[in-house]
Nanobody, 119 residues
Framework: QVRLVESGGGLVQAGGSLRLSCAAS????MGWFRQAPGKERDIVAF????????YVADSVKGRFTISRDNAKNTVYLQMNSLKPEDTAKYYC????????????????WGQGTQVTVSS
């Protein structure tokens, strides 16, 4: 049975940092998405199962980094220089097929973790 457990969200001041973790029940290509109230769920970052391919959205490039520890089946999203506009619920998901930019490419989703950045 596939399991995803996210952790690491919270409240932080602008300019601060957080690290999100997503522990999976196996080794998968994974994506991080975020969704603010009233908005669509958008891709933040993607990493292949080996870690050899990564992608970070332009809106967070230079501030966010995706990585993984395959010994722990865990994917991380390091978020630095956080801005109020980064406030959203963040979800990790297991990639299945197609373009990894879109939610339809993912079969399994975590429960989400809230990130709130105060100004």
């Amino acid at each position: 049975q596939v399991r995803l457990v996210e952790s690491g969200g919270g409240l932080v001041q602008a300019g601060g940092s957080l690290r999100l973790s997503c522990a999976a029940s196996g080794r998968y290509a994974m994506g991080w998405f975020r969704q603010a109230p009233g908005k669509e769920r958008d891709i933040v970052a993607f990493i292949s199962s080996s870690g050899g391919t990564t992608y970070v959205a332009d809106s967070v490039k230079g501030r966010f980094t995706i990585s993984r520890d395959n010994a722990k089946n865990t994917v991380y999203l390091q978020m630095n220089s956080l801005k109020p506009e980064d406030t959203a619920k963040y979800y990790c998901a297991i990639y299945s097929r197609g373009s990894y930019y879109y939610t339809r490419a993912y079969d399994y989703w975590g429960q989400g973790t809230q990130v709130t950045v105060s100004s």
